[in-house]
């Protein structure tokens, strides 16, 4: 599967962006889907993910750093998986990436099959 991020941008402090990940394929719901961020000379790290909607109803999973301000979904129909981000801080400063795999996800990059390009998202005043 190839999938293909967009949404990022520069915002300020408390706003809020969309990120979207486009997934080609026609067994997109066959695939746990999640969100990682990379913020310059960081290690990747997890910030939410998503289960196939088969396999335990579409449960949602996210790091402490985030919980409560990001929103992942997932609308099958259109191959696709969104990351809503409010009230964003200058630390939630990075590069976003998604990831996808058949088997069940994860919490580490390792656990993910395959990886879009990254989209980038900068908060500062």
């Known amino acids: 599967v190839q999938l293909q991020a967009s949404g990022g941008g520069w915002v300020q402090p408390g706003d809020s962006l969309r990120l979207s990940c486009a997934a080609s394929?026609?067994?997109?719901?066959?695939?746990?889907m999640g969100w990682f961020r990379q913020a310059p000379g960081k290690e990747r790290e997890f910030v939410a993910r998503?289960?196939?909607?088969?396999?335990?109803?579409?449960?949602?999973y996210y790091a402490d750093s985030v919980k409560g301000r990001f929103t992942i979904s997932r609308e099958n129909a259109k191959n696709t998986v969104y990351l809503q981000m409010n009230s964003l801080k200058p630390e939630d400063t990075a590069v976003y990436y998604c990831a996808a795999t058949s088997g069940s996800g994860g919490y580490y990059p390792s656990e993910y099959d395959y990886w879009g390009q990254g989209t980038l998202v900068t908060v500062s005043s």
């Open positions: 394929g026609r067994t997109f719901n066959s695939y746990a």
């Open positions: 998503i289960t196939q909607i088969t396999w335990s109803g579409g449960s949602t």
